[in-house]
């Protein structure tokens, strides 16, 4: 077994400084591209594939913490997961601003009927819309007034948002569909670990190891009811 890593404050600290400048190099990337004229004959093609693409990448990225931290043993990765999900939301954000404002003009009209006529905008814009409320409840505040638990199964949603985000991108390519496959490949392995380890913590041995007794069996102990 790997042995765990617990980062102290400062490394920590440093950590999410390196993440965040990692996680901003695309956006700075495309920016310089478009200072220098260097986003080819179609600039509003190239940007809006390139934030579409990010926004899969760090949804996949996200999706892997959970896993990575458990193969790895190291909870501390679970510190990251808010600022890479929301990386997600931001360059989905710069996706679909591309398509309102430099696609369509913020035509009103003229999206609505993009939106039913092209299945796959359909796919692109739920995807959307059901990633605002998973950023919009991503701080310490909303998982308290929440409820962890209504806040876990909000949550869950990301892996519909990954699915819809998939098939999106697979039907706009429609040819060369090589990067929507690794993607779907990606999102199978994530969620089939999931699945994996979820069956595992359910095993009756493994309940038995996750229960504390609050006190020791015989004298003193509590008297329990019938099941």
Same mark, same amino acid.
């Given at each position: 077994?790997?042995?765990?890593?617990?980062?102290?404050? @400062?490394?920590?600290?440093?950590?999410?400084?390196?993440?965040? =400048?990692?996680?901003?190099?695309?956006?700075?990337?495309?920016?310089?591209?478009?200072?220098?004229?260097?986003?080819?004959?179609?600039?509003?093609?190239?940007?809006?594939?390139?934030?579409?693409?990010?926004?899969?990448?760090?949804?996949?990225?996200?999706?892997?913490?959970?896993?990575?931290?458990?193969?790895?043993?190291?909870?501390? =990765?679970?510190?990251?997961?808010?600022?890479? @999900?929301?990386? !997600?939301?931001?360059? @989905?954000?710069?996706?679909?601003?591309?398509?309102?404002?430099?696609?369509?003009?913020?035509?009103?009209?003229?999206?609505?009927?993009?939106?039913?006529?092209?299945?796959?905008?359909?796919?692109?814009?739920? !995807?959307?819309?059901?990633?605002?409320?998973?950023? !919009?409840?991503?701080?310490?505040?909303?998982? +308290?007034?929440?409820? !962890?638990? +209504?806040?876990?199964?909000?949550?869950?949603?990301?892996?519909?948002?990954?699915?819809?985000?998939?098939?999106?991108?697979?039907?706009?390519?429609?040819?060369?569909?090589?990067?929507?496959?690794?993607?779907?490949?990606?999102?199978?392995?994530?969620?089939?670990? +999931?699945?994996?380890?979820?069956?595992?913590?359910?095993?009756?041995?493994?309940?038995? +190891?996750?229960?504390?007794?609050?006190?020791?069996?015989?004298?003193?102990?509590?008297?329990? @009811?019938?099941?």
């Amino acid at each position: 077994m790997i042995p765990s890593w617990r980062p102290d404050a @400062g490394q920590a600290r440093w950590l999410k400084v390196a993440l965040f =400048l990692l996680c901003l190099a695309p956006f700075v990337r495309l920016g310089w591209l478009a200072w220098h004229h260097g986003l080819g004959a179609n600039p509003i093609e190239h940007i809006t594939r390139a934030t579409g693409w990010w926004t899969l990448t760090f949804l996949m990225i996200t999706l892997t913490v959970t896993p990575a931290r458990k193969l790895l043993s190291q909870p501390w =990765l679970l510190r990251l997961r808010r600022m890479l @999900g929301l990386f !997600a939301f931001f360059y @989905g954000s710069l996706h679909f601003t591309t398509y309102l404002w430099l696609d369509q003009f913020f035509d009103v009209g003229a999206i609505i009927k993009d939106v039913i006529k092209r299945p796959f905008i359909t796919l692109g814009f739920s !995807a959307f819309v059901l990633l605002i409320p998973l950023a !919009a409840t991503s701080t310490n505040a909303m998982v +308290r007034r929440l409820g !962890a638990r +209504r806040w876990q199964w909000l949550h869950q949603a990301v892996f519909v948002i990954g699915t819809l985000g998939v098939i999106h991108f697979w039907w706009l390519v429609k040819k060369d569909i090589t990067e929507p496959l690794i993607f779907a490949a990606i999102l199978s392995v994530l969620l089939g670990t +999931r699945v994996v380890y979820r069956l595992r913590d359910t095993r009756p041995e493994a309940r038995n +190891r996750s229960v504390v007794r609050p006190y020791p069996r015989g004298r003193g102990a509590p008297s329990r @009811g019938k099941a």
